[in-house]
């Protein structure tokens, strides 16, 4: 192992400035600089190692790292500039498990020089299960936050046929090392397993869960690149992946808190299993609901004092963010209070509703988090649900048989009137019905938020 | 046995490394607010992609004979390529987003 002390120098400034940037990145002040200091640093250690390199190496392996890092960076550069701004979650699944896959790669073609050194076998071995995992895993995410794949599908007794995969998985990997073979083979044999395990784990979990299994893959990807540090003694590899590994972790467990859910819970739970036999469902509710017109809600907005608006997903997906931003600036105008009250977990990730409408230009201070907001519901005149159905579900408060159970939420049934847009009865992600669209304060106004939304613009214009 | 103690004895700088890097990401992330997971997550993401590095390494190191070797050290470094320049661009979009309150 041969080591350029300036190689060893970019490498050590490189993983110091992951550090730094991931600490700047956990105030919205820095978050911007943060991400630039890391981005600098991974591209100082990337031409480190290229030009760095000691030993002979032919011109053409030059040209097709070359060539490689070019499409790479185009393609990233425009799919990642291109995205929308609702597209974002799933975009990051898509490139997660981009870098699980190269890990995998990467250990597809040191096997055979590894032979007999049987820790670094073991490493391989590991770097391919976890990062074809993180791959194929990923690449499902992100087919089901775009919507390919809506539904949790779930071969009966899933969670015993993963697991005996896992475990068969690992005893594969064992065999490999410890028979000291040669067989490319059983090589791919392991690495196929891996990609059919990562797909088996996430097709169960359901939708409003993928940013938790994101969030997790995306620690495992951490780890499948510290497990090449580990092989090459790549000291800012090692750093980098097992950073984002425990970091991940964090991360992914403040995710499952926000939620009031256990990370096992999340996985092996089978959230929102309406057509299950009882036993999480949750009770049916019983009730009618009441169908508002957009000139009724219109007066009641005008008339009110205090509005508050709830957006969810539905207001991503149908790009309402502006039209929503409007309809506020109106109501401003016409001396109606209007807050935003965003739930964590609105949207399909955290974090997600603050940035669709930091987009639009939406003040700050309009922005209220949900301990602040929801003793306000109380005084609040009009709450205006837009897309946004499991974070009020009142079930999470006193329905112990909902799956909901104990997950905080916004206590939009505290408000004088309820006016709730969706685009039809279905139920959330979850999968469970909303008491709080029966209730006898709550109107519905189906259709397309952002059509919905202009439609009440147009009529309060014209008040 | 010999063979985990000469592991451990070979790699205590690594092992090291691994321990404190643990720490520093649970310090690192401990307490943020819940606004900033969604760019944090694609951060840690585009940071993980310095297993582009372990790519380049294969590709440096190939025997320029093997074929698949060099096919499939190109597909990693061009995937590793996409996860480190499509995670920081997705994040910096995200938080261009932040930075324009006044």
Known sequence: ?463 | MTELIDFISNNLQMIYIVVLMIFVGVEVIGHVPAVLHTPLMSGANAIHGVVIIGAILVMLGADPENKLALSLGFVAVLLGTLNVVGGFVVTDRMLEMFKKKK
């Open chain 1, 1 to 463: 192992m041969e080591y350029i002390f300036g190689l060893e120098f970019i490498y050590l400034i490189a993983s110091v400035t992951y550090i730094i940037g991931l600490k700047m990145l956990g105030h919205p002040e820095t978050a911007r600089r943060g991400n630039l200091i890391a981005a600098a640093g991974m591209t100082a250690a990337i031409l480190g190692t290229i030009f760095l390199y000691e030993g002979e190496v032919p011109t053409f392996i030059y040209i097709l790292i070359g060539v490689a890092i070019l499409i790479g960076t185009v393609l990233g550069w425009l799919k990642a500039k291109r995205v929308q701004m609702t597209a974002m979650p799933e975009l990051v699944s898509l490139f997660n498990g981009m870098g699980g896959a190269s890990a995998a790669l990467i250990g597809l073609i040191e096997f055979e020089h590894y032979h007999g050194n049987t820790l670094s076998i073991l490493t391989i071995l590991g770097g391919i299960i976890i990062g074809s995992i993180s791959f194929s895993g990923s690449m499902i995410a992100y087919g089901k936050l775009n919507g390919t794949f809506q539904k949790p599908i779930r071969i009966p007794k899933y969670n015993i046929i993963n697991n005996l995969l896992l475990l068969g998985l690992f005893v594969f990997a064992g065999y490999i090392v410890w028979s000291h073979t040669e067989s490319q083979l059983f090589l791919y044999l392991l690495f196929l397993g891996a990609l059919v395990y990562g797909i088996l784990f996430v097709v169960p979990i359901g939708g409003a869960d993928m940013p938790v299994v994101i969030s997790l893959l995306n620690s495992f990807t951490g780890l499948a690149a510290a497990l090449g540090g580990f092989l090459y003694g790549n000291m800012v590899m090692l750093t980098g992946g097992i950073l984002v590994g425990s970091a991940g972790t964090i991360l992914t467990f403040a995710m499952c808190n926000a939620m009031n859910r256990s990370l096992s819970n999340v996985i092996f739970g089978g959230f929102g299993d309406t057509d299950d036999t009882g036993a999480e469902g949750g009770s049916k509710v019983q009730g009618s609901i009441k169908k508002a017109s957009v000139s009724d809600v219109a007066i009641l907005m005008n008339y009110s004092q205090k509005v508050i608006i709830v957006p969810g997903y539905g207001l991503a997906v149908a790009q309402a963010q502006h039209a929503i931003h409007e309809l506020e600036q109106l109501l401003e105008s016409k001396g109606v209070q209007v807050k935003y009250a965003i739930h964590p977990v609105a949207g399909r990730m955290p974090g997600h509703m603050n940035v669709l409408l930091a987009e639009t230009n939406v003040e700050y201070d309009k922005l209220a988090e949900m301990e602040d907001v929801n003793p306000e519901f109380n005084s609040t005149d009009v709450v205006f649900v837009v897309g946004a159905n499991d974070v009020v579900n009142p079930a999470a408060h006193n329905d112990p048989s909902s799956p909901i159970y104990g997950m905080p939420i916004l206590d939009a049934e505290n408000a004088k009137q309820i006016i709730v847009n969706k685009r039809s009865m279905k139920p959330g992600y979850a999968g469970i019905d909303n008491e709080l669209f029966y209730n006898q304060k709550t109107s519905m106004l189906f259709g397309d938020a952002r059509k919905v939304i202009q439609d009440l613009i147009n009529e309060l214009k014209g008040m």
